[in-house]
């Protein structure tokens, strides 16, 4: 691994919507948005594997969505008892895993 200070919103997600945009979104019915609380959240990361997880993760939302939105976020949690940490969310106006399917999600295929 290769860790380095990276800014989330500018060095991530950003990059990754503008991948989205030209790659899956379908033309002007979805929209990209990227949110940071901060604005600039810094984590010292491999910055190239983080982005790839990302990208996965967002081009797997482009294929079911529609119309609507794709939203990347990362949130900063401040903790008294230890180091803060980052919760990074992938969400999507799409219609979701069926509720019958999920039970089957992380099994072996």
Do not use: H, W
Not at 18 to 30: E, F, Q, S
Not at 65 to 84: A, H, M, N, Y
Request: proline share 6%.
């Amino acid at each position: 691994l290769k860790c380095e200070p990276t800014n989330l919103r500018k060095d991530i997600l950003e990059p990754c919507s503008d991948i989205i945009c030209l790659r899956g979104a379908k033309a002007n019915l979805v929209e990209i948005q990227v949110e940071s609380e901060p604005s600039d959240l810094f984590v010292n990361i491999d910055r190239l594997r983080l982005e790839q997880i990302i990208l996965n993760l967002a081009m797997n939302s482009s294929k079911f969505v529609e119309s609507g939105f794709i939203r990347l976020r990362c949130v900063q949690i401040s903790k008294t008892d230890g180091p803060d940490s980052v919760q990074v969310f992938i969400e999507d106006s799409g219609p979701g895993i069926p509720l019958e399917k999920r039970d089957r999600l992380f099994e072996k295929y």
